[in-house]
């Protein structure tokens, strides 16, 4: 189980269509896959989807963090030393994602070690989740058009819409277009990126107090301090804590400090050691949680499945998985399927997944 080489690898796969909202847009993943191996010939993988416009990574930045720094902090550990890792690769403050695939691959590695599942080993609760679709920035009619086709080609009957725009207007008008295009029969909930004030943000919630929404997440900034917390006592859903609330120390902040009701848990930012510990905190604290996406492909979709299906609490809700259908291709020798609104974990030890090595070589930028 002895760690012996730590691996960063730059790959570029085009999306179909780029997803653009209020803080940026992603045309390519241009991600960085990570393998660890050990010494009895076990590697373990996971996904590093570098977010400058959230936490200040870059592709280079990422692959520079893990070779130039983490990598001998690493090697000679064995896979159950993960809160050694952990401390070790805290010593060098940010770089939330490449530490966290540092984390998950580790944990890939373990599962397939003991010829275990991650999900079992985190938790074991359920084997699958609820999907909900995040719709990036696009004319009302197109947007409608998407979420038409989620329903009717995977079942997904739940929508994040993406909003944050000026004039607020622009995105009312999605939300209400979508209520009267889809029915009664789907949730939607909103996510600002941190685009409006909390006045806007209150403008556009009131305006759109006749649609159901379930949630709103990041509508404003967090150091928008009083005029947040004076937002999230009006309105009348739970206000979710994404970009806001990164770390458990940081979900304390927003939390006691009334900035924010709920708390988005994304593995690629938080890995499992560190999800294991915000999901914690938030069952503590009384807080409900959300399983969200940082505009992952299939292995840290898969991630994001294993480690929402092991808890009650992470399943309840659906989760925000399905965002890499946009991509043009993935690495997965078998491709993730989304049936009935619902994702199941990928069965098998580990994450369940395996790399294509032709489609990492097609797709690789280091050679
Ligand atoms: C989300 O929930 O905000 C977009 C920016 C980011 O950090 O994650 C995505 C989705
Ligand atoms: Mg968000």
Known sequence: MKITRVEAIPYRIPYRKPLRFASGEVHAADHVLVRVHTDDGVVGVADAPPRPFTYGETQRGVVA???DLFAEQIVGTTLLERETVRARLERTVGNPVAKSAVDMAMWDALGRNLDLSVGDLLGGHTDRMRVSHMLGFETPEAMVDEAIRMRDTHGITVFKVKVGRRPVELDTAVVRALRDGLGDGIELYVDGNRGWTAAESARAMDEMADLGLTLA????PADDVVSRRWLVQRLG??????ESAT????????ILGGSATAVSIKTARTGFTGSVRVHHLCEGL??????GNQIDGQLGTACTVAFGAAFASTSRRAGELSNFLDMSDDLLVEPLTIQDGELAVPPGPGLGVEID??????YRIDR
């Open 65 to 67: 963090v893990i070779e």
């Open 217 to 220: 997440e990041e509508l404003c």
């Open 237 to 242: 859903v739970p206000f979710v804590a994404d």
């Open 247 to 254: 770390t458990p120390a940081e979900v304390t902040r927003e």
């Open 286 to 291: 009384g807080v409900d949680v959300v399983m």
């Open 357 to 362: 090595p032709d489609k990492l070589a097609a």
